[in-house]
């Protein structure tokens, strides 16, 4: 995105992100997605008088583990506060949820920005339930509570971002690392990710920052992007106009492609929080927090180290490969099973993602099985066919998964690496288009490509590129 005159743009994201627990946070009601209407509540999330909620232990451990995925530190101690609010998907009339004494502090991740490498921080991330969701129907307005109480956790960051693209980055690189670290699916289709956009302008240079509004509830990174767009847009031109910015609450319409303001802000006096009565504070130790850091997997970053080291891999490719849990996977499941691995991790995040991404939502899946990719690779690495055979190969195989050797077998596919057969093609070329040792002699080197171009054409792109440049190099000479 351009900036407009030599405004600032300044925007820390608050995101929320579902556990996948079995369970709720405070009972043992089923998490499970898309299930009826209110056939997964009780009297604890649905806050009957008289109702205990209990913390369930694997809330913590996978808000441990994201705070250590995301390079926190973890609060030996921490509590819950109730948060109170009227909302009418909050039967309860209050949100359990952590304020002053949160569980994690001060981590962050690295981001590939315009200027290089750059870490945005994140404030904290606490523990908390979500509230129910409210179905539109025509004039009605239907409650579904199942989703009262499933645990959920709140990263907030720094005011840290400069661009659009930047909380793009941001929000891909944090799904990747919570997906690695296995505590959330984080499908903002089915909104078990969802994204606050906090937002102020300033003059570049100004050291203060300037009024935020807060846009609510963004359910995929093509809207964070467009509202942070367009609420750059409203509040420069505010500010042009000798306008202020209000502190607001706005929403982000998805048809017109602007925010509107949806009420004034709150502020956390209005909410009342004071310390949950009926959970005691969280106390953990150093041993229970060394468990889980050990049983952490390969994150993203190490992986990534790990195949540029062990695979020779270019920095971009192994970039690409990491950034999807399920991709990683299915590039070692192959590379494996063949020696050519930079071959390999080409093929796959080049030509089949290409394929791949037309059809891609959320997590990579692949149709072709990863003992076929990597015969692919070894085809090509032991020069049994070309690249150029590799991608046709490739994307016929995108259709159906056929082993690529019998393919070769079967159709002659094989590369010529036979200088006698490729000879005679090549004179027969030149002897076809007479012009072209006249035009090499005069310098226009392009004459030679030419040649190239209609022997690999009569040898249906079989022909070995670098021997048959040799041979044509050396007779359009003569
Ligand atoms: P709350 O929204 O609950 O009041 P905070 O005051 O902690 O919470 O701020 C929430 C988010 O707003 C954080 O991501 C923070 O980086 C961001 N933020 C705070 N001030 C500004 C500002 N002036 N401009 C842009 N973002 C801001
Ligand atoms: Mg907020
Ligand atoms: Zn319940």
């Known amino acids: 995105m351009k900036l407009i005159d030599d405004y600032e743009l300044v925007v820390g994201l608050e995101v929320h992100v579902e556990l996948k627990t079995e369970t709720k946070i405070f009972c043992a009601c089923s998490t499970r997605f898309g299930a009826r209407p209110n056939t997964q509540c009780c009297p604890v999330c649905m806050g009957l008088p008289g109702a205990m909620p209990t913390l369930n232990e694997k809330t913590v451990e996978y808000a441990v583990r ?17 948060k109170n ?13 952590q304020y002053d004494e949160p569980l994690c502090e001060q981590g962050g991740l690295e981001i590939a920005a315009e200027s290089g490498e750059k870490r945005i921080r994140i404030t904290r991330i606490h523990m908390e339930e979500d509230a129910g969701k409210l179905i539109h129907e025509g004039n009605d307005t239907l409650i579904d509570c199942n989703r009262c109480g499933v645990p959920l ?44 956009v906090n937002l102020s302008v300033r003059k570049l240079g100004e050291s203060t920052l300037g009024t935020r509004t807060e846009i609510k509830n963004l359910n995929s990174f093509a809207f964070t992007a467009k509202a942070i767009e367009s609420e750059y847009a409203r509040q420069t031109e505010v500010l042009e106009n000798g306008g202020i910015i209000e502190q607001e609450t706005m929403r982000f319409d998805t048809q017109t492609g602007k925010t509107s303001a949806m009420r004034s802000k709150e502020n956390a006096n209005d909410y009342r929080f004071f310390p949950e009565p009926d959970i005691p504070p969280l106390v953990i130790d150093d041993g229970y927090i060394e468990l889980i850091r050990r049983a952490l997997p390969e994150l993203p970053n190490e992986k990534k180290k790990r195949y540029q080291k062990d695979f020779g891999l270019h920095n971009d490719i192994a970039s690409v490969l990491v950034s999807d849990r399920a991709l990683a996977e299915y590039f070692e499941a192959a590379a494996k099973l063949t020696e050519h691995k930079k071959i390999l991790s080409n093929l796959i995040a080049t030509e089949l993602l290409r394929l791949v991404d037309a059809q891609r939502n959320d997590t990579f899946t692949s149709p072709i099985s990863s003992e076929n990719m990597a015969k692919l690779a070894s085809l090509v690495g032991d020069e049994t066919i070309n690249s150029s055979t590799a991608k046709k ?6 259709d159906k998964d056929i082993d690529p050797c019998d393919a070769v077998r079967e159709r002659g596919l094989a590369q010529i690496n036979d200088r006698e057969a490729l000879l005679p ?6 002897t076809e288009n007479p012009r072209a040792k006249k035009d090499y002699a005069a310098g226009k080197k392009f004459a030679a490509k030419a040649i190239v171009g209609r022997v690999m054409a009569l040898t249906s792109g079989r022909a070995n590129p670098s021997l048959l440049s040799n041979i044509v190099e050396e007779e359009i000479k003569k």
């Open 66 to 82: 994201a705070g250590l995925a995301l390079d926190c530190r973890i609060n030996r101690v921490s509590h819950f506060d109730r």
């Open 393 to 398: 190969l490739l994307s016929e195989m995108f």
């Open 85 to 97: 609010y009227f909302y009418p998907d909050l039967p309860k009339g209050y949100q359990i949820s």
């Open 153 to 196: 956790i709140e990263i907030v960051t720094e005011p840290d971002i400069r661009s659009p693209e930047e909380a793009v980055a941001f929000l891909k690189k944090l799904r990747s690392i919570l997906v690695y670290a296995g505590v959330s699916d984080c499908r903002m289709n089915e909104g078990s990710m969802r994204c606050d």
């Open 425 to 430: 093609l090549v004179c027969q070329a030149l």
